[in-house]
């Protein structure tokens, strides 16, 4: 092991801050949280990514997601030049718009009907409007830890115990964007319980990722998701999943399929886009027929359902139902799981994961809230960052990110993952 030779890196990310806030496009990319500067990449192949000073790294981050297949996928990349040849952008409709909404449908049947944007948080934040704009309702109930995007309404953690009323995590959202958001702790029936019995009739919908993975991985209970189901149900609310993360990576029917559950409304990205900017939303076709121009809820978009974004998704998508890619990820994650829960126990550490996607946490027990996730925990996880670039693994700079696996990658290199993780502990 040695250290990297990041000069390169360095002086890129240099120029980038006389250009770009902190050098970066997006705040999750700066090494706000983790040890050095951000490393800037320039090629990715399969399972390993390489920057710019010719430094190679297994790629647990994964584009955040995006990348089930790994790298620059040879199925993918032809599709994506075909489709660039054919046309970038018509702004008008085409067959690869219908292809992928088929291939989603038929993984996930409570997607009766499907509109594309551009990325997550373009796709939350119309199904909130819609689900507002269908209820006829205002309030809006979200997870404390769950992220569905930046927009205003949706920037809101809250935290501690009970239900909290619009205090938002920015600035520059003003108090009336997030009047309407209430948030709650996960897996509490009891604060739901109340806050319906106080206030259902005024709820448009609630939203949560029903696997959440944006702080730590807070595998929820069967019951509980259940119990959202019926107490919305009752009370005449839409229940959306958010499965920007989840779909298409836990399996081709996401979360829902995984516990049982029809959401009314959904959210997609990541995956579905193949590794162009993609996201997606969808419900009942009672509901969907509220959205402009059939009904008076207005979305719009320039570039959405792009020929070329459709094209690496449709790809993805065919290559993940024509080969047994989820059944490998699960045997991949239960081999790093194997090779590294012993260690991690020892330490007060544990590994929470559900098929590839895996979060190490420094702390004994898997929490299923925010509130139970130790925040030394997560600041123990920077001198393991750097532990693990030194080793060669690149994973989110950040201790509340999850990491991903792909199928690019080998046994071998998950054994190899698994023992850089044990090297790296912090012991
Ligand atoms: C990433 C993410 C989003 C936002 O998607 P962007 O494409 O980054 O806008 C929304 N919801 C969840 C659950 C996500 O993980």
Known sequence: MKELVRSRSLELYRRACLLMPAGVNSPV?????????????????????????????LDCCGSWGPLILGHAPPIVLSAVRQACQDGMTFGAPHAGEIELAELVQASYPAAERIRFVSSGTEAVMSAVRLARGFTGRSLVVKFSGCYHGHSDALLVQGGSGLATFGASSSAGVPAGAVHDTCVVPLDDEQVVTELFRERGDEIAVVLIEPIPANAGLLLQRSEYLQFLRDITRKHGVLLLFDEVISGFRVGSGGAAARYGIEPDLVTFGKVIGGGMPVGAFGGTQRIMEKIAPLGDVYQAGTLSGNPVAMAAGCATLKLLGAERVYSRLEELGQRLEDGISEVLQTQGGCCVRVGSIFWLGFQSDPPRCLELVAAAGVQRYSDFHSAMLDRGVYLAPSGYEVGFLNHAMTEADVDYLAGAIRDSLPG
């Open 29 to 57: 990319r700066a090494f706000g949280s983790v040890h050095g500067t951000p490393l800037f990449f320039a090629h990715g192949a399969g399972a390993f990514i390489e920057d710019v000073d010719g430094n190679r790294f």
